[in-house]
């Protein structure tokens, strides 16, 4: 018997050992490593930025350069995953131990959860005071007063048009709905697409949504959607304005054909190859301007508006949709958290992610960049920041990320439906309002 | 040696690494999924134990509903349409000959060595109504209208297609394999007795692939229950959920819409729906026997 359980013990514990050394493998891989009496550190970055050569992604790949540079003995792996995966391997990260410096997302739909595990480090807000962060930036990336994240950029909704297209058409910028209407109906003429229009993704049409009700409820859009998203009631008359205005634009014929299962490529190409008009996205896509695989006289007269003022709505032509989105934290559980931190405040410094994020064209930062103008902007660029600055309200996070993740995936797969006239617009917004319970 | 067979602890030696990967990489994993499928857990952070709620709401899904009848229409498309098919074509190869023989075989099976990302983005490029290859067809022919094929009503049938498509060749391997194993002195009775090509076919052929034609049938319906890839990447599931199939939907659940309980439920639920048709298939076979 006692040889039995010998074995037994024998088993069990060459069992243990197996499973804790697997373990221990895994938690070397995923997290930061402090060797030897010389201090060398290893900081873990998880990134959703993959493009290291351009755009935001040689930005961010730029300053971990520099800190390197700067560091000796600081060692900083990056890994990078487009959005998708991304959110995926952070949920897998959280259960199992984060990088040091992950990606995130200042919004209620991602933040949410991820504050409640506690997966991120506190941040000390005093920190900041000098990083010329632009007011209520922070707020997304704060719970109950404390800081976990800091913002990377500003994100501006806009209309990319093609400048020489309307010109040479004789077409100009419309000043009301009723005109972007007509102005779509003439583009139609001509043969064009009027609008490329990411309605795959779902989300790009929730931002071109929540520019609407911009439009629609003036001020009023945040407190509008947090009193729906808390009551599941969606019958406000300014959302189902809004949804209405959004379908009228779809049954217009403002989108290319088949827009609800085309992707962000694909209607990025329909605009950059000449075949669209005009492109609805964020202001992030303003790097079009400098993006040589763009064919000259195309890039060179991209521009950029809102979505024009609606009969009898509340906002005016400059009360704009725009957010503070995406930005980075530390992880809570970081074995390297100080030296975390250090790096997170230097790729902050001033003239880090805001100033070379203004050279590389890369849209709008949630910092001051009114120090960085160098002449050499595009005039996309100069004409996105105006918006900004002559803004005279901001919308703040999107109508699908002010809510639960249940209510984003909802409405970002509902939204299709009501735009291509499948699901009448009483049963979406039922259907946002279950989402929410 | 027969003595060392009969040793128990040769035995064990032997069997314990097939128990130990079934319990760590099937049993445990089950075991986890229905323990997580009776919580609220988001994936992070703590799970409360919520009872059958996570089931009850299930049953009320019309979402999950529309996904498990894809799946189930996937299915019935895979018997009906691509393996009539696919035995048909490995007749007729067999029948060919020659380097002919090989070659049809090589291009029927290329779809199923192409990646399912590149299967899925090509798909996209052809159906695409602006410079997609179908509307070019269509419009040489004069057709003038751009044609959504993934539109809202049409989109579930297109997937079906690329699917269908997709599969084809492995289904039509397998049904090549089993008619070169029929024993060909069958052929040559059934000729000498003045058999038509589909008298051989039907009374020859179709009887001795059974076994075959139920492994066939059961994987295929399996492969559409646990459809998900080429879903993913050619629609999303969209629009609208029209083509949303329920291995989608558990990963739009627990990963997007962090309900990793939910997920883990809606997963519990799916294999007892792939052992019940696994059951009833083999009932149906064993019955014709």
Redesign the interface.
């Known amino acids: 018997m006692n040889r039995k359980l010998t074995r037994l013990f024998a088993v069990v514990s060459a069992a243990a050992m197996l499973a804790s050394g697997c373990g221990s493998a895994a938690s070397s891989d995923n997290t930061a490593q402090v060797k030897g009496a010389n201090k060398e550190v290893t900081i873990k970055v998880f990134s959703n930025l993959p493009d290291r050569k351009n755009g935001q992604g040689l930005v961010e790949q730029t300053i971990i350069d520099e800190y390197m540079a700067e560091n000796e003995g600081v060692k900083i792996e990056v890994e990078a995953l487009d959005e998708e995966a991304y959110k995926t391997k952070f949920k897998a990260y959280a259960m199992d131990g984060m990088p040091d410096v992950v990606s995130i997302w200042g919004q209620p739909s991602f933040l949410d959860e991820v504050l409640d595990a506690g997966v991120l480090a506190e941040l000390n807000e005093a920190d900041y005071a000098d990083y010329g962060f632009i007011s209520g930036s922070l707020e997304g990336f704060k719970k109950d007063g404390k800081l976990y994240g800091l913002p990377r950029n500003t994100d501006v909704q806009v209309i990319y048009y093609n400048q020489k297209l309307f010109d040479d058409n004789g077409w100009s910028v419309p000043a009301s709905y009723d005109d972007f209407i007509a102005l779509c109906s003439d583009i139609q003429a001509a043969g064009i697409t009027p609008v490329a229009m990411d309605g795959g993704d779902g989300w790009p049409m929730c931002t071109f949504l929540t520019d609407i009700l911009a439009k629609v409820a003036g001020t009023d859009y945040a407190s509008i959607v947090a009193k729906a998203i808390s009551s599941g009631d969606f019958t406000a008359p300014e959302i189902r304005k809004s949804v209405e205005i959004l379908k009228e634009c779809a049954d217009a014929g403002m989108f290319q054909t088949g827009f609800d299962s085309q992707d962000y490529g694909t209607a990025m190409n329909l605009f950059t190859n000449g075949q669209a008009a005009m492109f609805a996205m964020g202001s992030w896509e303003c790097s079009m301007a400098k993006n040589e695989d763009i064919a000259e006289d195309i890039r060179n007269n991209i521009r950029a508006f809102n979505f024009p003022v609606v009969d009898g709505g509340k906002g005016g032509d400059h009360d704009i949709a725009a957010w503070n989105g995406g930005g980075y934290a530390v992880s809570a559980s970081s074995p390297v958290k100080d030296e975390a931190i250090k790096f997170l405040n230097y790729m902050y410094q001033p003239t880090k992610l805001s100033k070379y994020g203004w050279e590389n064209g890369v849209g709008m930062s949630a910092q001051d960049q009114s120090d960085y103008l160098s002449g050499d902007e595009s005039a996309l660029q100069l004409q996105v920041m105006d918006m900004v600055n002559d803004a005279t309200s901001v919308s703040g996070t999107p109508i699908n990320d002010c809510g639960p993740a249940t209510f984003k995936t909802c409405i970002e797969s509902e939204i299709q439906g009501v735009a291509n006239g499948s699901t009448s617009i009483d049963d979406f917004l039922a259907r946002l309002g279950e989402a929410c319970k | 040696m027969e003595k060392l067979y009969s040793n128990k602890k040769v035995i064990f030696t032997l069997v314990f690494p097939g128990i130990l990967i079934f319990l760590c990489a099937i049993l445990f994993p089950i075991c986890l999924s229905v323990y997580y499928g009776f919580t609220d857990y988001?994936?992070?952070?703590k799970a409360s134990f919520i009872g059958m709620k996570n089931y009850e709401e299930l049953f009320r899904d019309s979402a999950f509903g529309r996904s498990l009848l894809n799946s189930l229409l996937l299915a019935v498309g895979f018997i009906a349409l691509q393996h009539p098919i696919a035995m048909i074509v490995a007749a007729v190869l067999d029948k060919l000959g020659g380097r002919g023989e090989g070659f049809f075989r090589c291009v029927y099976f290329i779809p199923n060595v192409i990646s399912v990302a590149v299967i899925a983005y090509l798909w996209?490029f052809i159906?695409?109504?602006?410079f997609g290859l179908l509307n070019s067809l269509l419009h040489l022919f004069g057709h003038q209208e751009?044609v959504?094929?993934?539109?809202?009503?049409t989109?579930i049938w297109s997937v079906l297609l690329v699917l269908i498509w997709h599969g084809f060749g492995w289904g039509m391997l397998i049904y090549y394999t089993g008619i070169k194993n029929i024993d060909p002195t069958l052929y040559e009775a059934s000729s000498i007795d003045g058999a038509g090509v589909g008298q051989t076919f039907l009374y020859i052929t179709l009887p001795l692939m059974k076994p075959v034609i139920q492994i066939n049938v059961t994987m295929a319906v399996i492969s559409a229950l646990k459809q998900m890839e080429t879903v993913y990447l050619l629609?999303?599931?969209?629009?609208?959920?029209?083509t949303q199939f329920a291995a989608n939907y558990l990963y739009?659940?627990a990963?997007?819409?962090?309900?990793y309980g939910y997920g883990n439920a809606i997963g519990v639920l799916f294999i007892i729906i792939c052992v019940l048709v696994t059951v009833f298939m083999n009932k149906i076979f064993k019955e014709n026997d």
């Open positions: 988001s994936g992070m952070g996209k159906y695409n109504p602006d751009k959504n094929f993934l539109s809202q009503d989109a629609t999303g599931g969209g629009p609208g959920g029209s739009q659940q990963f997007k819409s962090f309900r």
